[in-house]
């Protein structure tokens, strides 16, 4: 929430506005007064994207809910001037504003007769004005595909699972875990697929009558392969066919009881609602509260209130009571069902059931190792199983093709919450391992190796690769097709980089992980100059060519600049970042950050850039530098990266087994199109599958990046949130060039939230 306020009063400063601050809710509003309702300024939201919670305050508030109440609101308001309201909370908190909104001129009709407003101000302030976000850690409002806090409640579910699974895994033991989710249980389901959890129980789907026998024989089974440790994840709203609440002490109780198993309960509760925000939050949170100013300048008397929602990588406004009253209703199940919801459950279910063999698919990691490719792997090697499919793991890239290993169900137990590539993964392309062994059974052979002397020819049947360096396999790989017809198997590439620069995908497994190291690396090394002079850190993120992590990690962190290959500079951009950090330093913000992409620049390097800033800041404020290197690829994956990388492989092994079903003629698979050697990619909100011949013309196949990429329209709002005085000329909507350009004199507009 702290993103979003400061987003809304460093955009509304930006466009000429006066900003205030209503503490504690619409309870502040009711009260009045100098300490409840303040205005903001741009120092005043400083140091505030790492704080968890709301600093402003949020309370639940009786007498709004009353006529008399929000008359006082009313008046309160009209003495400040303020006639645009941005409205923070869940849909009770929207539904109140909407409320408010209607009554408003009768509210202030009322207070004329009381004497307490002149006609003149009546008609000054006319109309009020509402925008919404959502704040909400269980993703339960319609409209929106993400919630502002809901990925940061997963960070804090996941960390606790990660720290119960080695106590479990020492112990053999089951963990029943408790989340929040009273009426949705998407923290639980998500939760579920991230850890790899052996049952889940939501509200939305109660489990069919003889659940806990079925329940009892799945954690029996995985026992019985080896397996030591049981997560079963609870929402706490999670109900019975009959609606009899099913508690995490019932499901503990009949464990106990049906299998002997020591089992334990944890009942996370408001340590859900807690902690550092994760990055998504803060970039998610911060564009809302950009679009929210942007939309409340461009409303007019008879323009119904609003709410900011993200559609895929896009903000867009929709009108906010239609978003409320779907809200608990089975039109919003169903609205939600057609997105991830969905989509989650079904994954799900797709990871818990085996058939038999059918044809033999080869998976392995290509170039450097992202967190999340685990998860990935896991997901493919069980869906394959569970799609009748005999799975062979392949070591350390095209170098193993030769000696891959066939995979069991139980080999890829809790790989979702391992870092790196278990598998082992190198950029060597195909044609540079030449060996005389023999490479993993084919499936156009039915367990028959294959023969070519050329190991260039000896890939195996079907597989799926993760890495943007597979994106040049593939190509090769489709291409020799014409000389080879081993490779005349479909093929497949999940994308998986920090970078986030694999052409046809707007997302790759692992770049949130990265992000989210940056932005805590950022959040620590800023508070390391707490109570210290004047000071300026200059910090060299990684991503080849691709400013992703730069771009997107500076506007989490709260940078003052990022530098990027995308967007050229020179030293005249140099000495004007310079000019306002000195300018900045003479407020009372005494800390500034600036990010470099590691190949942004030949010759402006970052000892150029931090010498330069330290000359050139001599007096004024000193400078550190810092180089991230590989810890951005290290560590535990996060909730995202764990979610995506499992949905997304286990797409893209049904999208295998469809393949192999049509190519498959005369005893044997033989796929040449273009669409059977696909990439699958994130566009916006959808999972597509591209032929790679058809990315070729996307791509700068010299510094190995799209030639589009989305986040770049994102940079002028790192720059607005650093007070820079930029033209925001590129929106997600479209319209706001001209409310920029012709922005409120001071004094013409306030905002207030």
């Known amino acids: 929430m702290n993103a979003a306020v400061r987003a809304v009063v460093r955009m509304g400063i930006y466009v000429g506005a006066k900003v205030y601050f209503i503490r504690e809710g619409y309870q502040g509003m009711v009260d009045g007064g100098e300490d409840n309702i303040k205005e903001a300024t741009w120092e005043s939201v400083s140091s505030m994207l790492q704080v968890g919670g709301t600093v402003i305050g949020s309370a639940r508030c009786k007498e709004f809910r009353s006529h008399e109440g929000r008359l006082r609101a009313a008046h309160h308001l009209v003495e400040k001037g303020i006639t645009n309201l941005c409205v923070i909370g869940g849909d009770g908190s929207l539904t109140g504003a909407n409320l408010f909104r209607e009554e408003w001129s009768g509210l202030l009709a009322e207070l004329v007769e009381q004497g307490l407003i002149s006609q003149d101000s009546s008609q000054k302030h006319s109309a009020l004005h509402i925008v919404g976000m959502v704040g909400s850690i269980d993703n339960d409002f319609c409209g929106t595909d993400m919630t502002i806090g809901t990925d940061s409640a997963l ?18 033991r089951t963990f029943v875990l408790e989340v929040m989710g009273r009426h949705c249980g998407y923290l639980a389901l998500v939760s579920a697929l991230a850890c790899g959890a052996d049952w889940v129980l939501i509200p939305e789907m109660p489990p069919e009558d003889g659940w806990e026998d079925k329940m009892c024989q799945k954690l029996s089974a995985t026992r019985s392969r080896g397996t030591r440790l049981n997560i079963i994840i609870v929402a706490e709203g999670a109900i019975d066919r009959h609606g009899k609440p099913i508690t995490s002490s019932i499901v503990k109780d009949l464990v106990v009881k049906c299998l002997g198993f020591d089992t334990r ?34 409303t007019t008397a008879n323009t119904p209130a609003c709410v900011v929602s993200l559609c895929g990588n896009q903000s867009v406004r929709l009108p906010l009571m239609e978003c409320v009253q779907m809200v608990g209703t089975r039109r919003c199940l169903h609205a939600r069902t057609q997105m991830s919801f969905e989509n989650n459950l079904r994954t799900y279910k797709l990871l818990a059931h085996r058939k038999p063999d059918n044809f033999n698919v080869a998976i392995l990691n290509v170039g450097a190792p992202a967190a999340g490719m685990n998860a990935a792997v896991r997901s493919a090697v069980r869906v394959g199983i569970s799609e009748g499919h005999k799975m062979f793991a392949v070591s350390d890239g095209f170098e193993g093709l030769y000696k891959g290993q066939e995979i069991k169900w139980a080999d890829v137990g809790g790989w979702t919450g391992q870092g790196g590539s278990l598998l082992g993964t190198k950029a060597a392309p195909p044609t540079h391992q030449p060996t005389n062994q023999s490479p993993p059974p084919s499936a156009n052979d039915n367990n028959k190796p294959t023969h070519p002397t050329d190991h260039a020819t000896r890939a195996v049947n079907n597989v799926m690769i993760t890495h943007p360096q597979a994106y040049l396999s593939l190509l090769e790989l489709q291409e020799a097709r014409g000389t080879h017809e081993e490779f005349c198997v479909p093929m497949i590439m999940v994308p998986a980089t920090v970078s986030n620069n694999v052409p046809g995908s707007d997302l790759s497994v692992g770049a949130d992980t990265a992000l989210n190291a940056i932005t805590s690396t950022c959040d620590r090394i800023k508070q390391s100059a707490s109570g210290t002079k004047r000071r300026v850190f200059i910090i060299e993120t990684m991503g080849g060519y691709c400013g992703y992590l730069a771009s997107v990690g500076g506007l989490a962190a709260g940078a003052d600049a990022a530098y990027i290959y ?23 913000i005494q800390r500034g950050l600036v990010l470099r992409n590691e190949n942004s620049n030949e010759n402006y390097t970052t000892d150029f850039i931090y010498q330069l800033y330290s000359e050139e800041g001599r007096g004024v404020f000193d400078c550190r530098k810092n180089v991230l290197g590989h810890m951005q690829q290290g560590g535990a994956p996060s909730p995202f990266d764990r979610n995506f990388g499992t949905k997304i492989s286990a797409k893209a092994m049904q999208w295998i087994t469809k393949k192999l079903t049509e190519t498959f003629r005369q005893g044997r698979v033989f796929a040449n199109t273009e669409d059977s050697c696909c990439l699958l990619g994130m566009r916006r909100r959808n999972l597509v599958f591209q032929p790679v011949v058809q990315l070729k013309d996307d791509t700068d196949f010299v510094h190995r990046i799209p030639k589009e990429q989305w986040w770049l329209k994102l940079r002028p709002l790192m720059k607005i949130l650093a007070k820079y005085r930029t033209s925001y000329d590129v929106s997600d909507s479209g319209q706001l060039e001209h409310v920029v350009r012709n922005r409120p004199k001071e004094s013409d507009a306030s905002v207030a939230m």
């Open 155 to 172: 960070h804090r579910i996941i960390e606790v699972v990660d720290a119960i699974m080695t106590t479990a895994q020492s112990h053999q």
């Open 265 to 298: 309960v944890t009942i996370l509760g408001h340590v859900q609602r807690g902690g550092t925000p994760s990055a998504f939050d803060r970039i998610l949170a911060s564009r809302m509260g950009v679009e929210a100013v942007m939309a409340l300048l461009e």
């Open 566 to 588: 995308e967007e050229p500079f020179d030293i005249r951009d140099l000495q004007s970042n310079v000019e306002h950090l000195t300018e900045k330093m003479k407020t009372s």
